[in-house]
């Protein structure tokens, strides 16, 4: 269908508005968009936060208001529905709304950002463009993160209103090529048959290749973001294989190649690729080839010639890292140039060894065009912006600036012209405030700069945890090249105490690995053939080959990465308020200013109007929107890469301020609580039955299952040997136990509940078994044949060493534990008891799991969920903040809005109590610059001045505002050093 077509199949679809109640955070937009999608006939959704409202393009209101009840957000209809730039098309039917699967994902670069209302007035400028959903601005960063809409309109819309911004490239997929997709958890020609159905059933994707083998799937057509979205609502985890954007590199010669040299090399190339390129530059070469850079290089050297590969890759983050320190050392050359020339002005007049402006204007003048010179290299960025700012209507603290320096240099210049135009002005001349303000402020800048870049040092950490380079093992011998330009299937050699270079699988050898970075734990664990290792972590005692499987942006050091930035780029809920005031901030402060000029022209006695322009600059220039835009953005940079430093990974900072506020925790049992590694510890067969036929067909069924007690049955009969019993019309019942045929005759395998809800029949012994072993907190497994019981496996799963201590210390924190389990009462609240849980639910599907959450947010209780596996997406979607142990399956990472890399529920209690110290550190930065400007304003204007008989100097009102923001940017870094596991729980 052309998009015409779907844009008039659209506007025919009823619409209608919703007044949603419970509405707060993005996450809370998120789950009432996914519960409207899933109704029948809703085609088109839109929450507008602030509104409380939900507009709806298709599909039956009363249904829509059935689904977000169940959600847990009471709907009726009747709400007032806001026109929106991204409106649907009953709003403007020449633009056709993306839905939320279509809606695209880019970074935008934005240099002329300064304070909290430019970050205001881009974030409007940006909601302003048509399909536009979200919009993300860093002030830190000077970058905004934004889903939908076209980016070279946006860019436009940006240009238009004062703000040049680039777009941050990503690396583009050819429709020719197609786009590849690593998927986990595929296991057999079913899980293939469901891959590739998901994958062509999404819009626009016209073929689908699926390898077994690989666990890939090479698509041609629609967008990758939908692809792996479908994938994983098929419960499987998938994540884009990022490919080489160039077959080009380039080699440096270590000696000065001979003309003869160069034809060789050239003549190599030609031979391998008829399609080569070289250009010569001195002792580099630029090769272009298909062919792979270390054979290349290795050739070279077979004819006698030194050479290496340079690395041609430029981390983003180090290039940011170097524009900091310039910007500091520019700032510093500003403000000690101002800081001269304005002290010298200053000692100079206050000492009388200047004349005075009656006696000496031609000594002024020159004083003055001194001023302005130095007022236009140490001021040039405020006086441009502020330029910029007023050719399209606006104003920012670049204008505050521009105005007070300005009006201090013109009304000194009248004073020079004509001392008696402005009674007693002449003995206090604004020259050398007008200085000493850029003085100050860049003094200020570059503190807050340098205070800044410290809170990426955690990204800096992580980044620097990448190796450079790999030993690459080629059919010609081995070669050490850029990480940068491995390829998928390169094989390489990590020898003992390196870094491993990047994701992959040892294919031959085995050692020790330290994964402290990944995991906190300090002891490294064995990886052997067929084991996966990650980029970065460090090979601790034997050598070993490993067979690159991920590349780029697709690599878990990578993913850490990203995550942390995305959540960098977020703003919790409490920002909000922030971005309303600066809205109307730096407007008001310059009717204030007004108001003090013409207040004490008219009220004063003394020098009024000397007294006003001092009082009137010192308002200009004491207010800092500044500060105000950096309270929350600089915390929660800092919180998070906290975060990431003690192994939690938070997605957005809505999961940042609800982890801080949480009164319950719902955790899995198995893998959550326990250590997920089952194994079978007892066998009970049957009259008529042996041990050894119990656990063959236990084996035989469980094959094609992938919950972890089947890894453990399977263990259990690999210790045993033997070949398993091939079964056919194999079937697993979420929550119950699964089911297979052999000779006609059906085999059960599955919990007491699955095998009454089948009719077999319980021998009394093995019940008082089952009994006996549930409460010692043991897995009662059934096995049946027909309707008969042949026996029954005990299966335990050892608790976490710190399983205790973290609940212990969760309800130490006013929290309360609530566990959820698949597993049969007794197990449960033997594990429960263990672990002191008082409240369990067992023998829940994973459904109820939702019905047990949505019942304590009904009572206003607000819930965190913990887990694992696939069967707990559900469950981490619902929850208000979603846990998701490192360890689990990719499914329930991608469901979560917390990531715990290691395995230790510590981490929880980590993750709470670092949002908590977070959200009061924003508090207090928020509190800090309100008070500041309430107080500071007021002192500035004069208002104190009948009781204290003095007004506040304007360079010292710079001074002022210079600190307000150094000092929030320093209260944030104290982040830097706190320690969750040495405080109690912080609600701020």
């Not at 002290?343 to 402006?357: D, K």
């Not at 003095?950 to 320690?979: D, K």
Request: charged letters at 20%.
């Amino acid at each position: 269908m052309s998009i015409s077509d779907h844009s008039a199949v659209n506007s025919a679809l009823p619409a209608f508005c919703l007044s949603v109640e419970g509405m707060t955070c993005e996450h809370c937009r998120t789950r009432v968009e996914q519960a409207a999608l899933g109704t029948d006939g809703v085609k088109e959704t839109r929450v507008d936060l602030e509104a409380g409202t939900l507009h709806v393009q298709g599909g039956d209101p009363q249904a829509v208001i059935r689904a977000l009840a169940e959600a847990g957000y009471p709907a009726k209809e009747g709400g007032t529905c806001r026109p929106h730039s991204s409106a649907l098309p009953m709003y403007q039917e020449t633009v056709p709304v993306r839905s939320s699967a279509d809606v695209q994902s880019y970074l935008l670069r934005i240099d002329d950002m300064h304070c909290a209302s430019c970050v205001s007035r881009v974030e409007q400028a940006v909601l302003a463009v048509p399909g536009v959903r979200k919009a993300a601005v860093n002030l830190i960063e000077k970058s905004a993160a934004i889903e939908g809409g076209d980016p070279e309109e946006v860019i436009k819309v940006l240009v238009q209103a004062g703000y040049p911004a680039s777009l941050v490239e990503e690396p583009k997929l050819t429709p020719e090529e197609g786009y590849e997709i690593d998927i986990l958890g595929m296991h057999c020609a079913s899980c293939v048959s469901r891959v590739e159905q998901a994958l062509l059933a999404v819009p626009g994707v016209s073929d689908v290749s699926v390898n077994l083998i690989e666990k890939k799937a090479l698509i041609h057509g629609g967008q990758p973001d939908q692809a792996i979205q479908a994938v994983v609502d098929q419960g499987y985890g998938a994540s884009l294989r990022m490919r080489s954007a160039s077959d080009s590199f380039v080699i440096e010669l270590h000696t000065e190649p001979e003309s003869g040299n160069l034809e060789q090399i050239r003549e190599i190339l030609l031979a391998q690729d008829p399609g080569a390129d070289m250009t010569v530059d001195g002792q580099l070469l630029r090769i272009t080839t298909s062919q792979h850079p270390a054979d290349t290089l290795l050739r070279i050297a077979d004819i006698g010639l030194e050479a290496s590969l340079e690395e041609t890759y430029v981390d983003p983050s180090l290039r940011q890292a170097e524009e900091t320190r310039q910007e500091i050392r520019f700032a510093w050359r500003r403000a000690i140039l101002a800081g001269v020339v304005g002290t010298a002005v200053m000692v100079g007049h206050m000492s009388g060894f200047f004349p005075h402006p009656e006696n000496g204007q031609l000594f002024w003048a020159g004083a003055a065009l001194l001023c302005l010179l130095t007022m236009m290299y140490s001021g040039r960025n405020y006086f441009i912006g502020a330029w910029k700012q007023a050719k399209h209507g606006a104003a920012n603290m670049d204008t505050l600036v521009a105005l007070g320096t300005g009006a201090a240099w013109i009304s000194s210049l009248v004073v020079i012209v004509d001392p008696t135009f402005i009674p007693g002005a002449g003995d206090n001349l604004f020259l050398d405030a007008s200085v000493m303000i850029l003085a100050f402020l860049q003094l200020g800048r570059a503190l807050e700069t340098r205070a800044k870049r410290t809170t990426s040092e955690a990204i800096g950490a992580l980044i620097g945890l990448r190796p450079r380079t790999a030993l690459v093992v080629r059919a010609a011998g081995q070669v050490e090249i850029p990480v940068s330009l491995l390829r998928l299937g390169d094989r390489l050699r990590v020898k003992p105490g390196e870094k491993v270079p990047i994701d992959g699988e040892i294919i031959e050898g085995q050692t020790t690995i330290d994964e402290s970075m990944l995991t906190g734990e300090p002891l490294a664990v064995l990886r052997a053939v067929g084991d996966t290792v990650t980029g970065g972590t460090i090979n601790r005692s034997g050598s070993f080959i490993l067979q690159v499987t991920r590349l780029g942006e697709d690599t878990t050091l990578a993913r850490i990465i990203r995550m942390v930035k995305t959540a960098q780029m977020s703003k919790p809920p409490i920002g909000r308020l922030v971005d309303r005031i600066a809205g109307i901030f730096v407007p008001i402060v310059i009717a204030i200013s007004l108001i003090t000029l013409l207040a004490w022209s008219a009220l004063a006695t003394e020098l009024p109007l000397a007294h006003g322009i001092t009082a009137a600059i010192a308002v200009l220039v004491i207010a800092c929107p500044c500060a105000l835009g950096l309270a929350t953005p600089i915390a929660i940079m800092v919180g998070t890469s906290r975060a990431a430093q003690s192994n939690v990974l938070i997605r957005n900072s809505d999961a940042l301020q609800t982890a801080a506020t949480l009164t319950h925790v719902v955790v899995d049992k198995t893998g959550t609580l326990t250590e997920g590694r089952p194994a079978v510890t007892s066998i009970y067969p049957a009259a008529g039955y042996t041990e050894r036929e119990v656990l063959h067909w236990a084996a035989s069924l469980e094959v094609g299952s992938e919950h972890p007690l089947a890894e453990a049955v399977l263990t259990a009969q690999s210790e045993h040997g033997g070949a398993l019993t091939p079964v056919n019309g194999f079937k697993a019942v979420t929550g119950r136990g699964v089911s297979a045929e052999y000779n006609d005759v059906t085999y059960l395998l599955g919990n007491h509940k699955f095998f009454e809800d089948e009719g077999v029949v319980l021998p009394p012994e093995l019940l008082a078994e089952a009994g006996r072993e549930a409460d010692l907190g043991g897995t009662p497994v059934w096995l049946g044949k027909g309707v008969d019981a042949m026996g029954l496996l005990i299966l335990k799963d050892p608790l976490r060493q710190d399983s205790v201590a973290a609940v212990k210390r969760m309800q130490s924190m006013g929290i309360e534990v609530v566990m959820c389990s698949g597993d049969n009462r007794a197990t449960a609240e033997a594990v429960a008891r263990e672990v002191g849980i008082t409240r369990v639910h067992s023998e829940i599907l994973p459904e109820e799991k939702l019905q047990v959450i949505r019942a304590l947010q009904e009572k206003g209780g607000k819930v965190g969920m913990v887990g694992d596996g696939v069967n707990d997406a559900p469950a981490l979607a619902q929850a208000d903040t979603g846990f998701a142990i490192g360890s689990g399956t990719d499914v329930a990472i991608e469901n979560a809005d917390i990531t715990l890399s290691g395995d230790s529920l510590l981490l929880v209690a980590d993750a709470i109590t670092i949002s908590g110290a977070t959200i009061r550190n924003i508090r207090q930065n928020l509190f800090g610059a309100f008070v500041y400007n309430v107080i500071g304003i007021p002192l500035a204007a004069g208002v104190f001045y009948p009781l204290t008989g003095w007004l506040l100097n304007p360079m010292f009102a710079s001074l002022a505002m210079a600190l307000s923001s150094v000092t929030v940017v320093t209260n944030a870094n104290r982040l830097r050093f706190f320690q969750p596991r040495g405080e109690g729980r912080v609600t701020g």
